[in-house]
């Protein structure tokens, strides 16, 4: 991801989000 880390502003939606992110990531590559 494009954007810079910060743990102030990484919402628990956002970790969802990169946690499927990630895993359609995998299922596809």
Request: with cysteine; proline share 7%; glycine share 4%.
């Amino acid at each position: 991801m494009p954007r810079h880390w910060d743990p102030e502003n990484f919402t628990l939606n956002e970790c969802i989000r990169l946690s499927l992110y990630r895993c359609q990531c995998q299922l596809l590559g």
